[in-house]
């Protein structure tokens, strides 16, 4: 089953523009990560950020947590054409179960040039 | 580039047939987690090795089935192949055992059942 859900599905935007994604889940976690995918292929690590924190930044990433509305967002600033992909939140299943992630559907971010 | 390797990176098969897909681990993780990603989902979790045994196992029959080696690398066998095992299969390495921390993708296996 899934637990995460992205939002929105589809995004499409111009170069240079702001991407943001959102992501609900359903349980406690200890953290979430966000993954990235290139049509088809093995999933990049972009970001993690643990259930004590509020927000983490890594280059042009910005990724907020709000555990009490067990929900987050991924915002890209200036975005690139090569950022085109399919973003994934993922989450561990807290407590005895941290031992596997659990991904949503994904967002599928298209950038045009 | 993750250090994670899979083999092979297509396989077409035929509906009762059995299938082993290989990967090899990040250098000094010790940690295999296997993922099936049907067309358009999000990749859903089939089990966990670490040290060798079955560490945690997702919603799938007993015909998924795994081994770890000494080495760390894994073996992900299906057996009586269905249609729906049609999918991409992705394994992840990690360097701390029991633990959900940052999870280094393979490329994934692209499998096809007629």
């Known amino acids: 089953s899934q637990q995460g859900e992205e939002d929105p599905q589809a995004l499409s935007i111009q170069e240079g523009e702001n991407a943001t994604m959102n992501c609900s889940y359903k349980t406690s976690i200890n953290n979430l990560q966000w993954y990235r995918q290139n049509s088809g292929r093995g999933l990049v690590h972009l970001i993690l950020i643990r259930s004590n924190e509020r927000e983490k930044h890594s280059g042009r990433l910005r990724v907020t947590l709000d555990t009490s509305k067990k929900s987050s967002s991924l915002l890209i600033t200036a975005s690139r054409a090569a950022d085109t992909a399919s973003y994934f939140c993922?989450?561990?299943?807290?407590?005895?179960?941290?031992?596997?992630?659990?991904f949503g559907k994904g967002t599928l971010l298209t950038v045009n040039p | 580039e993750t250090g994670v390797t899979q083999s092979p990176t297509h396989l077409i098969k035929t509906r009762g047939q059995q299938v082993t897909l290989r990967c090899s681990s990040q250098s000094g993780h010790n940690t295999v987690s296997w993922y099936q990603q049907a067309l358009g989902q999000g990749p859903q979790f089939i089990f966990q090795?670490?040290?060798?045994?079955?560490?945690g196992r997702g919603n799938f029959p007993p015909r998924f089935s795994g081994l770890q080696f000494p080495n760390y690398s894994s073996e992900l066998n299906v057996n009586a192949l269905e249609l729906d095992d049609s999918a991409l299969y992705l394994c992840?390495?990690?360097?701390?055992?029991?633990?959900?921390?940052?999870?280094?993708f393979g490329p994934g296996t692209r499998l096809t059942v007629l």
């Open positions: 090795y670490y040290r060798e045994e079955e560490n």
């Open positions: 993922a989450t561990d299943g807290g407590g005895g179960s941290n031992y596997k992630l659990t």
């Open positions: 992840a390495s990690s360097p701390r055992g029991a633990n959900s921390d940052t999870q280094y």
